[in-house]
């Protein structure tokens, strides 16, 4: 890993202190990471802080060096993805996917403005609107998506001014580290700062002094770690958490339409997405042929080394998440479910649990009632539409949910009975660039994508003037 070490103040410091990268498809070390120490942490924040007066000056410069970033990143999609896809897991095309994705939303934020929003203009005053930076922005990213992740917040930030300390996930730093190889002589120095370490770096970064706005991806229990650790100093919080997705499958829907897109909704990067389906209640008179059919699917896959061609599902990314899914999985089957597909892990090295479908449970099992984050789905029949709309709103999250059924009026207004930061109609989720995205109740504060994600990290200042 030639050229790997922290960013800061537009260089690229290795460091004595360093720890494992374990690649999940294996169970052996992969690689060693160097560990950022909490006196670099001081440097990088200061750094960042010096930096934000000039670069908040400018927008097109920004929005330039926005571009120029999404043209590195496409550029260099097969080599970042094959370090993606070893820390990862995820089979070599996704990894690569992931980066021309992160390009792609680079591309769109370098195409977006900050509005003046003029609220009152005429003989007696001029009332307007304005963005302005909310300051050094701390980005703590999951392991899941440690790119497009990394980039959406960086991206966002950058078009608003903000300068940067990220602290990718220590289960997969290396990718994220190479990212500070291609952004370092775009900005100026101080503008973007990449550190890897661990939960001490993380709880540093949300506690600093200079720290305005934590943007934090990740777990329900870390984010209420983060709210506390910032509580002291007011800081502004961005919190995309955990979900226990519902998808609700309604008599009339097309079996065979719908089927393989409940699939990739439960199982896509082996079920390891924030907004996933976890729970998916199908109508009884259709019951059996929904699981028939992603039964078919999931014996399809091919669970397997990322870089084998052929290879269609990676592995639990870390070894903590493949326990706890096979502690899901058995408890389920203790507590009287039947494993239609999968059930229990795969007979080779690696952290790896095939698609697992169970039926024959309900509310009060682990499986239903808790994310599971991984290749386990719970399917329950149901006969009354108020009764499993007020089940999928049950739990304490409220990250997205979705409707399957051919009558859209029914679908849209089904949806909006959904308590979740995301609602969809014959598809889940839906994410992108453009599109706000965050949850309701615990699922987290805020939202990032869209024009309302740009503004989670500016500040709205009111400027009022008076004539005569």
């Known amino acids: 890993m030639i050229g790997i070490g922290h960013l800061v103040n537009g260089e690229i410091l290795p460091t004595e202190e360093s720890f494992d990268v374990v690649a999940p498809w294996?169970?052996?070390?992969?690689?060693?990471?160097?560990?950022?120490?909490?006196?670099?942490?001081?440097?990088?924040?200061?750094?960042?802080?010096?930096?934000?007066?000039?670069?908040?000056?400018d927008i097109d410069r920004r929005?330039?060096?926005?571009?120029?970033?999404?043209?590195?990143?496409?550029?260099?999609?097969?080599?970042?993805?094959?370090?993606?896809?070893?820390?990862?897991?995820?089979?070599a095309f996704i990894g690569a996917g992931e980066i021309k994705g992160a390009a792609a939303h680079a591309r769109w934020y370098a195409m977006q403005d900050l509005p003046v929003d003029t609220l009152a203009d005429n003989e007696t005053e001029l009332v307007q609107l304005v963005?302005?930076?909310?300051?050094?922005?701390?980005?703590?990213?999951?392991?899941?998506?440690?790119?497009?992740?990394?980039?959406?917040?960086?991206?966002?930030?950058?078009?608003?001014?903000?300068?940067?300390?990220?602290k990718p996930s220590p289960f997969t730093p290396l990718a994220s580290l190479l990212v500070g190889n291609l952004?370092?002589?775009?900005?100026?120095?101080?503008?973007?700062?990449?550190?890897?370490?661990?939960?001490?770096?993380?709880?540093?970064?949300?506690?600093?002094?200079?720290?305005?706005?934590?943007?934090f991806t990740g777990s329900v229990e870390a984010g209420r770690s983060i709210m506390a650790a910032g509580a002291p100093t007011l800081k502004r919080m961005l919190l995309e958490l955990g979900g226990n997705d519902a998808a609700i499958v309604l008599p009339d829907a097309n079996v065979?339409?719908?089927?393989?897109?409940?699939?990739?909704g439960a199982f896509a990067l082996g079920g390891q997405i924030c907004a996933a389906i976890k729970r998916l209640y199908v109508h009884e008179s259709i019951f059996d042929q929904v699981v028939a059919a992603l039964a078919e699917l999931a014996n399809q896959a091919q669970p397997g080394d990322p870089f084998v061609d052929g290879t269609t599902m990676g592995p639990s990314t870390t070894?903590?998440?493949?326990?706890?899914?096979?502690?899901?999985?058995?408890d389920a089957l203790a507590n009287g479910g039947t494993a239609v597909t999968g059930g229990a892990p795969l007979d080779r090295p690696g952290y790896f649990i095939p698609p697992t479908i169970i039926t024959g449970i309900g509310k009060g099992v682990a499986l239903v009632d808790e994310e599971q984050f991984g290749p386990a789905l719970p399917v329950m029949p149901y006969s009354d539409i108020d009764a499993v709309i007020e089940e999928a709103n049950s739990t304490e999250l409220g990250l997205g949910g979705s409707i399957w059924t051919s009558d859209i009026q029914e679908g849209l207004k089904l949806a909006r009975r959904l308590r979740s930061g995301g609602a969809w109609v014959n598809r889940h989720p839906h994410v992108g660039a453009e599109v706000p995205f965050g949850g309701m109740k615990q699922s987290g504060m805020g939202r990032e994508g869209g024009a309302v994600g740009i503004e989670a990290f500016c500040e709205l200042k009111t400027i009022s003037v008076a004539f005569g």
């Open 183 to 215: 952004i370092k002589d775009i900005v100026p120095a101080g503008v973007v700062n990449i550190l890897a370490g661990g939960d001490e770096l993380g709880k540093a970064m949300t506690a600093h002094p200079e720290t305005n706005l934590v943007a």
């Open 131 to 166: 963005r302005e930076p909310v300051g050094v922005v701390a980005a703590i990213v999951p392991w899941n998506g440690p790119i497009i992740m990394l980039i959406n917040k960086i991206a966002a930030a950058m078009l608003a001014g903000d300068t940067v300390v990220a």
């Open 63 to 91: 929005k330039e060096a926005l571009l120029t970033l999404a043209e590195r990143l496409d550029a260099q999609a097969e080599t970042l993805g094959l370090v993606n896809s070893a820390e990862t897991g995820k089979p």
């Open 319 to 330: 070894k903590p998440q493949f326990e706890r899914v096979k502690g899901l999985i058995e």
């Open 256 to 264: 065979e339409e719908i089927a393989p897109k409940l699939y990739r």
């Open 26 to 57: 294996t169970g052996e070390v992969l690689a060693s990471c160097p560990e950022a120490s909490l006196e670099l942490l001081d440097r990088a924040m200061s750094a960042a802080r010096r930096a934000l007066p000039a670069w908040a000056a």
